[in-house]
Structure formats: structure tokens, C-alpha cells
């Protein structure tokens, strides 16, 4: 007996009366079930409270006749989104949809740590994070055993200042002969034009937080010198300004006096290692509705 097919529906519209009704009577008058649902009013926006509504629906009875009725007499997926979409433009909404037997697939950037890519690949492998990873890119060869021993194909793509334009077009046809959905920083030390960003998936980066932020090289050092009592890491979505894309996930730890540099620097990796990982589960279960410079987590 084959599984149920499962499609997630993320919708943001203004808010307003009924539309947890209106959205679940389109599905049930369709015939099919809702397996898991979640919504949020946020009534902080500026220019009127906004809605965010997550749906599973298990559409594996499509083809049944109350489906096919409610379509318009096809019980096709490319039907279904289409009534959906006509009740979501009555909405004013924004709406978008994935299929749980759609499996994404992740190209994992790395330069030479290899933590959050030893993380990534494991909880793929364990079946936590959803998704394949068909290749690891990166700007140096140092990681490569690392790929290999997972038996992941490795492309390294050394970059200066003068060839950036050029590796960030190679990774971009890599990412599309091995049809990627999403591109995951897992501490690669480069940072991506908007023309690159413009182009590609959607980018996920990984950074250390600290307050105060220490930008530059050895920041565990830095943080260091200043006594810092708590360290964490933010992941967020890229965009053309540094690190201050949409926040998708962070966390923090605390750390002592007694610690030195290396010992806060193992703390920060474990932390870059959970969030980076949350971050990316997250997006692979259609969980995160981006709204200009914030997202929803539903």
C-alpha cells in the first residue's frame, strides 16, 4: 500500500474575518483532509494586523469524484492550485505550495570547517533533515576527504577578487545540473554578490552572535578579551546586505571567565551546528513564511 501524498500550503493575507474557515471549507469541500494546521495573527504590522497560515493537507484522494467536482471536473495538482489560487486572490493573499514526494535537494558551501557540514550530512543520513544532498561546493580543496568518505561528489572552486564573477556563474550551473532547491552556508567564508543571490535558491547562511557583534577574524578571541558571558549564532536567509537577512533560527550558550579562546570557540561551533541545522529542517518543512526582513515560523 503506497503512502499518502502530503502538500504544504504557506498563505499570508490581511487579516480578516473567517479565513481559517474559508481555507479549511476549500479543502473540505474538495474532499480532502487536513492533517496538520497552524496559524498566527500579528497585529504589530504597520498597516493592518497580518495572517499566516500553515496547512498539510494529504491530497491523496485528488482523483476521488468530490475532488474532481470541486475542480472544475479535473483532479489534477495543477487544478488544485489553481482553485487555490483563485480563493487566495479573493484573500488578497500569497500563497505557495510543495509536495511532500518533491524531495529537495541541498548544496551544502563549505570552505575549510568542517562541523557544520559533518552535522548536515549525518542528520541527512539519519533521515532528520528531509531532503538529498547531491554536492558539496567549495573554495578550497580541505574539505574534500570529508565529502568523499559520504560519497557526495566535491567541486572545488578557488575564488580572487578577480574570478569572483566567474566561480559564483560555475556554482550557479553546478546548482542547476543537479536541479538544487536550496543552497545551505555551512561556514563559507565568502561572502555572495546580489547578482549571485538574485539567481540562485534560496541561500541559507550560518554566523556567530555575539553582543557585542565582533566582525572580523578570530572572533572567539575577541570575545574573549571582552569577558563576554554569553555567545550564540543566528541563521537567516542571504541577501545582498551582509548578515542581515530574514532570521530563520538562533540560539545562545553561556560561557565563563574560565574558558579561553578554543574552548568558547568549540562552545560556538556546537551552537552554529544546532541552529544552522534547525534552520535548514525548518525550510525543508515548509515552515518558514518570509515577510520583507522577518519570518513567520509556523
Known amino acids: 500500500m503506497s503512502s499518502p501524498v502530503h502538500a504544504t500550503f504557506l498563505v499570508a493575507a490581511p487579516d480578516q474575518p473567517g479565513l481559517?474557515?474559508?481555507?479549511?471549507?476549500?479543502?473540505?469541500?474538495a474532499g480532502l483532509n487536513i492533517i496538520d494546521a497552524?496559524?498566527?495573527?500579528?497585529v504589530h504590522v504597520e498597516g493592518g494586523a497580518r495572517f499566516y497560515m500553515r496547512m498539510v493537507v494529504d491530497v491523496s484522494g485528488l482523483s476521488a469524484p468530490a475532488a474532481s467536482a470541486a475542480l472544475g471536473g479535473s483532479s489534477t495538482r495543477a487544478a488544485l492550485e489553481r482553485a487555490f489560487g483563485d480563493l487566495a486572490q479573493t484573500l488578497s493573499a500569497t500563497w505557495?505550495?510543495?509536495?511532500?514526494?518533491?524531495?529537495?535537494?541541498?548544496?551544502?558551501?563549505?570552505t575549510k570547517d568542517p562541523a557544520c557540514l559533518y552535522d548536515l550530512v549525518l542528520r541527512q543520513?539519519?533521515?532528520?533533515?528531509?531532503?538529498?544532498?547531491?554536492?558539496?561546493?567549495?573554495?578550497?580543496?580541505?574539505?574534500?576527504?570529508?565529502?568523499?568518505s559520504f560519497r557526495i561528489p566535491f567541486f572545488c572552486l578557488p575564488v580572487t577578487p578577480d574570478t569572483k564573477r566567474e566561480q559564483e556563474k560555475r556554482i550557479l550551473e553546478l546548482c542547476r545540473r543537479h536541479h538544487v532547491d536550496l543552497v545551505v552556508l555551512a561556514r563559507y567564508?565568502?561572502?555572495?554578490?546580489?547578482?549571485?543571490?538574485?539567481?540562485?535558491?534560496?541561500?541559507?547562511?550560518?554566523?556567530?552572535?555575539?553582543?557585542?557583534?565582533?566582525?572580523?577574524?578570530?572572533?572567539?578571541?575577541?570575545?574573549?578579551?571582552?569577558g563576554v558571558k554569553m555567545i550564540g549564532a543566528t541563521a537567516h536567509y542571504a541577501t545582498k546586505d551582509l548578515d542581515q537577512?530574514?532570521?530563520?533560527?538562533?540560539?545562545?550558550?553561556?560561557?565563563?571567565?574560565?574558558m579561553g579562546p578554543e574552548e568558547m570557540a568549540r562552545t560556538g561551533r556546537d551552537?552554529?551546528?544546532?541552529?544552522?541545522?534547525?534552520a535548514v529542517r525548518a525550510h525543508l518543512e515548509?515552515?518558514?513564511?518570509?515577510e520583507g526582513r522577518r519570518t513567520i515560523v509556523l
Open 271 to 278: 551552537v552554529e551546528r544546532v541552529v544552522l541545522s534547525r
Open 125 to 148: 543520513r539519519s533521515g532528520e533533515l528531509p531532503c538529498e544532498i547531491p554536492l558539496v561546493l567549495s573554495n578550497h580543496p580541505t574539505l574534500e576527504p570529508v565529502a568523499e
Open 245 to 258: 537577512g530574514p532570521i530563520i533560527e538562533q540560539d545562545v550558550a553561556r560561557v565563563t571567565h574560565a
Open 38 to 42: 497552524g496559524n498566527h495573527t500579528d
Open 286 to 290: 515548509r515552515r518558514v513564511i518570509v
Open 189 to 226: 567564508m565568502q561572502v555572495l554578490t546580489e547578482d549571485f543571490l538574485n539567481e540562485a535558491p534560496p541561500v541559507i547562511n550560518i554566523h556567530h552572535g555575539f553582543l557585542p557583534a565582533f566582525q572580523g577574524a578570530k572572533p572567539y578571541h575577541q570575545a574573549h578579551a571582552r
Open 96 to 110: 505557495s505550495v510543495r509536495y511532500g514526494d518533491q524531495i529537495q535537494r541541498v548544496a551544502v558551501l563549505v
Open 20 to 29: 481559517v474557515a474559508r481555507l479549511a471549507g476549500f479543502f473540505y469541500n
